[in-house]
């Protein structure tokens, strides 16, 4: 193998070490991701079906599936965040799309935790616990609705983004062992059509498989021997 041969295949070596190392295994996020999923989902629509758990904000306590800007801004958005985040931390492989998946989950999660503060700010009306449930309902409400909800989505969603930011040793042996095989495949695959080197003697290279060399030689011709004569 020439020098400008050896070092192709080392950088197509290395870089396939480099995009293999690109994968994770799909058990990495799947937890957080279902979890992501459920709390995302929770968080976008308990403010409609709230009625139905005599559990619900104003305004319009008692009608469900009652729609705000302020719900759909500070409760719909963050938890359609986190359910994509989840989402793609659940059906990827790939490490930076489960990593874009983690900072939508912390973005989610987030928001729900300052988005209220942020609510007159905004000119936005979030209201309040329905007032005829007792203070520790509605304590409990607006743990569920915001606060406690949006803590449990940003630590899910961390936790997720710490471990697919870092690169263990299995993942790098993994990526070595995939660029190795897949190398091993197509230098099969090329060095059948790879013209055949010869040494500096002339003679064919070892590692040749021009199929001559193993082309049987035809039989040679045997001349017909002379006729023997005998004495009578």
Known sequence: MTAIGHDMKIAVSDRGVQLSKMRVPWTRGATSGVLLLILGAWAAVVPFIGPYLNFAYTPAVN????????????????????????????TSTNRAVTIAGSWLGIAGGAWLIVGPSLADVLNMNIGTPDPTLSTNRQALAELAYFYAVGALILFFAATALGRLSVQSIRDAATAEQRAARAETIASGTTGLDAPAAEDGLGTPDATRTDESLFRPEPPREQSNPPPQTTDE
Do not use: I, K, M, Q
């Open 63 to 90: 009608t469900a599936w009652h729609w705000t800007s302020a719900r759909g801004w500070l409760e719909v958005a963050p938890g359609a965040a986190a359910f994509a985040g989840g989402l793609l931390l659940l």
